[in-house]
């Protein structure tokens, strides 16, 4: 997998759409999308047809380091290890403080998009090919209509929490137990993704929403 460039605070740069935050994994999830780049950058001929056109939309992918710090720096692995219920777990991560070293960066993409962002999961077993994870954690959607630049960065800082805290929700832990790996750890990385679309009115509607199935090799 090709190296994915640091975030230069420039969300919409169209020379490069995939950023990333931090380092750790990028999860299944980001490299499905980094592969799926690779392959519109140079397109073979069923791709080339005249007005077809396929683009990943602007993202910026939070690596699992900052995850990996933000439940030390708040003491949530004794939390995790009571498993709470789901709404207990996500105002603990809630309250949690995020690293320094992302703040930074956060705001400025929170005073850049004024548009819609979806805030995904992608952890290290999601797009796993024997036992995928795909749908089984959060995803937030953030509006990004706020006036004020810090609203904007409070609603993008309260999803990715959000997505974090999904990574032990009941669901979660119900699923990694059916697999057969209730002990294992879990580390989520976050993409932070534009939501390709168009506003009606007050409303902002996607272009497409669809759930796609695959097998790949």
């Known amino acids: 997998m090709r190296q994915v460039p640091a975030y230069a605070r420039r969300f919409f740069d169209p020379a490069q759409r995939l950023s990333r935050l931090g380092g750790g994994s990028l999860g299944g999830k980001a490299r499905g999308l980094i592969a799926a780049s690779d392959v519109l950058a140079a397109p073979g001929p069923e791709l080339a047809r005249a007005g077809l056109e396929l683009d990943i939309p602007a993202l910026v992918?939070?690596?699992?380091?900052?995850?990996?710090?933000?439940?030390e720096a708040n003491s949530l692995a004794?939390?995790?290890?009571?498993?709470?219920?789901?709404?207990?777990?996500?105002?603990?991560?809630?309250?949690?403080?995020?690293?320094?070293?992302?703040?930074?960066?956060?705001?400025?993409?929170?005073?850049?998009?004024?548009?819609?962002?979806?805030?995904?999961?992608?952890?290290?077993l999601e797009d796993a090919l024997g036992q995928p994870f795909a749908g089984v954690y959060g995803t937030k959607m953030v509006p990004g209509n706020q006036l004020d630049t810090e609203a904007r960065f409070r609603s993008l800082l309260d999803a990715i929490k959000f997505v974090w805290a999904s990574t032990y929700f009941a669901g979660a832990?119900?699923?990694?137990?059916?697999?057969?790996?209730p002990g294992r750890r879990e580390k989520m990385a976050v993409i932070v993704q534009e939501v390709v679309g168009r506003r009606h009115g007050d409303r902002y509607y996607p272009d497409v929403s669809v759930v796609a199935r695959s097998f790949s090799y």
């Open 61 to 71: 992918i939070l690596g699992t380091d900052f995850f990996d710090a933000f439940l």
């Open 173 to 181: 832990r119900a699923y990694l137990a059916a697999t057969g790996e």
């Open 78 to 124: 004794a939390v995790v290890d009571e498993a709470p219920g789901d709404q207990q777990l996500a105002a603990a991560f809630h309250r949690g403080s995020i690293p320094g070293a992302m703040v930074g960066d956060l705001m400025s993409m929170a005073g850049e998009t004024r548009v819609p962002l979806a805030v995904r999961s992608s952890s290290g």
